[in-house]
C-alpha cells in the first residue's frame, strides 16, 4: 500500500511534465489506438476488452490481452514502482489492482490466454471466492 501510494505521488508528480498540453488533472493514461499489443506475449488486444489490463511505470502505459499475463510481467520483469489497472467485468470501468477482487474461473471467464481471471469493482458482484491481486499472482506462479 505505501509502495502503491509512493508511485501515485511520483506518477501525479512527473506527469505535468510529461504532458504539458494538458491539465495535471489528466492522470488516465491514453491509448494511442483502441487496439494495442500485449506487452507479454505479443497478441493485439482492445484497450476496452473486458480482461485488457493496464501498466503504467514513469508515466508509460503497457497493456495486456489478459489479466493472467499481467501478473505473469509482473513475476517475469519484478517492476519496482508501478500502478496497475483492470476493467471490471460488470461495468468495463477501469479500477486499480489493489482495489480490484479477482476470481480464477477457466469456464466462466474464456480470457483470451486462457487463464480464467475476471476482476471486480464490488465483492458482492464477484462470484465464487473473490481474491486480491498478491493472492492471484500467488495462484497463477
Ligand atoms: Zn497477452
Redesign the pocket.
Known amino acids: 500500500m505505501i509502495r502503491h501510494l509512493l508511485s501515485m505521488t511520483i506518477l501525479l508528480g512527473v506527469m505535468p511534465c510529461l504532458l504539458p498540453a494538458r491539465t495535471a488533472a489528466a492522470a488516465e493514461p491514453t491509448a494511442p489506438e483502441s487496439v494495442v499489443k500485449?506487452a507479454?506475449?505479443g497478441?493485439s488486444?482492445e484497450v476496452a476488452g473486458r480482461f485488457t489490463a493496464r501498466i503504467v511505470q514513469r508515466g508509460n502505459p503497457l497493456y495486456?490481452?489478459?489479466i493472467g499475463?499481467l501478473a505473469a510481467f509482473i513475476e517475469r520483469t519484478q517492476p519496482k514502482e508501478y500502478t496497475a489497472s483492470v476493467h471490471d467485468a460488470l461495468s468495463g470501468e477501469w479500477i486499480d489492482v489493489s482495489e480490484a477482487f479477482f476470481v480464477i474461473d477457466k469456464k466462466k471467464f474464456a480470457s483470451?490466454?486462457g487463464w480464467g481471471v475476471a476482476a471486480f469493482k464490488d465483492r458482492t458482484g464477484a462470484p465464487g471466492s473473490p481474491m486480491n491481486f498478491e493472492s492471484l499472482r500467488k495462484a497463477l506462479r
Open positions: 500485449c507479454e506475449c497478441m488486444a495486456f490481452c489478459d499475463d483470451p490466454m
